[in-house]
């Protein structure tokens, strides 16, 4: 297989290292059924999910995002105080501000970076991973943070099946740093946002056009609400079309496709994102039975089942996609450097 390289600037970045962090405590489809009509048949047909993550009262998105940061930290053997950007795409941040990203940089006591938020909800890992890339290429940094997490318990009603079922807690991490001599890295990225899709999978309250108020409350605003239906079949048309764009651009096939790492929504949603794109079930990353939709943890998360699982190797090809609420959509075209 030969691979064009489209961008040319002369340094180019990598994936250095990748850690992960989910929360303990185990929300099972069993313990659903008791919580509203819904049965563990249907749950494991209608979307793979057995089990989620979620926190106890008092942890929040930081403190996931941090563990996620040592973690990655750790496996790559530096310290906290040599990562100069900390980039956390989240869309449960622990407040509107600060920005999550400083409380994960005082908390693992990176004394030496900056940082900020971004949100774009299921594509945020995918979108700060390509802005962290891009401040490595640019050859303004060495080493970026780049951390996806999410704490959707606090925007889940767990009275509502249509939603409750679907997410978990967690978060994951990887080091963007430039590649060394020989190494390709990043290859191709390609993103779009539609926001004509916003109301089918949104957040109603506790922003600017509806602050937070005991009506909001009343009403609900301040939980996920979604079209279901809709969002499943604009998922798998559009991650299906970025990804096969990103392919064709740099000349490759599915066939030189190692291994596929979509978010991780519904299975049903990878599966038939995969089949478009023809590419075989045997090259999928699937891990959505143990976590559920963790939002912007998802991507790294997988990427580390991946890894555990001895399924992904240095020199591989590797196409991520992803697609959200906004809508969002990205899909990336990388070589494992790790
Ligand atoms: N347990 C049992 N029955 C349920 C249920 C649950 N948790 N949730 C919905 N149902 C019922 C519905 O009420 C409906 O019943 P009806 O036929 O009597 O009206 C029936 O199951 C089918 O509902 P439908 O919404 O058509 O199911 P579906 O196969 O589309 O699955 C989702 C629903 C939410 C799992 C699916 O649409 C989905 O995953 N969508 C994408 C969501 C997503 O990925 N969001 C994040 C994007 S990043």
Not at 30 to 41: G, P, R, S
Not at 105 to 116: L, M, R, V
Request: net charge negative.
């Amino acid at each position: 297989m030969s691979l064009t390289l489209k961008h040319r600037s002369p340094v180019r970045a990598k994936i250095s290292s990748v850690g992960t962090y989910v929360p303990p405590r185990l929300l099972t489809n069993a313990d659903l059924e008791k919580m509203v009509t819904t049965n563990d048949e249907w749950i494991q047909e209608r979307t793979g999910i057995r089990q989620r993550h979620l926190v106890d009262p008092g942890t929040a998105t930081s403190d996931l995002a941090a563990e996620a940061a040592r973690d990655c930290l750790r496996r790559r053997g530096i310290p906290a105080t040599e990562v100069e950007v900390i980039l956390v795409a989240t869309v449960t941040p622990d407040m509107l501000f600060p920005a999550t990203a400083c409380l994960v940089q005082n908390k693992i006591g990176a004394t030496g970076a900056w940082g900020f938020d971004l949100s774009a909800a299921c594509s945020g890992f995918l979108y700060a991973m390509q802005v962290g890339a891009k401040l490595v290429e640019s050859g303004a940094h060495k080493k970026v943070m780049v951390i996806g997490a999410d704490v959707m318990s606090s925007i889940i009603d767990y009275t509502d099946r249509s939603t409750c079922i679907l997410f978990g807690d967690g978060g994951g991490a990887v080091l963007i740093e430039p590649c060394s001599e020989g190494e390709i890295g990043m290859l191709d990225y390609t993103h779009e946002i539609d926001g004509s899709g916003a109301n089918s999978l949104y957040m109603p309250g506790g922003g600017s056009l509806h602050p937070s108020t005991i009506d909001t409350v009343n009403a609900k605003m301040h939980y996920v609400h979604q079209e279901g239906g809709a969002v499943f079949k604009v998922a798998v048309r559009k991650m299906s079309e970025l990804g096969e764009n990103v392919l064709a651009r740099n000349g490759l096939t599915p066939a030189d496709v190692d291994l596929f790492i979509p978010h991780q929504a519904n299975q049903r949603i990878i599966l038939a994102t995969a089949e478009r794109l023809g590419l075989p079930q045997e090259n999928i990353v699937i891990n959505i039975g143990e976590y559920g939709n963790t939002t912007a943890a998802t991507i790294p998360l997988a990427m580390n089942t991946a890894l555990s699982d001895g399924r992904l190797k240095k020199g591989m090809t590797i196409l991520l996609a992803s697609f959200g609420g906004g809508y969002t959509v990205g899909a990336t075209l990388l070589r494992w450097e790790c």
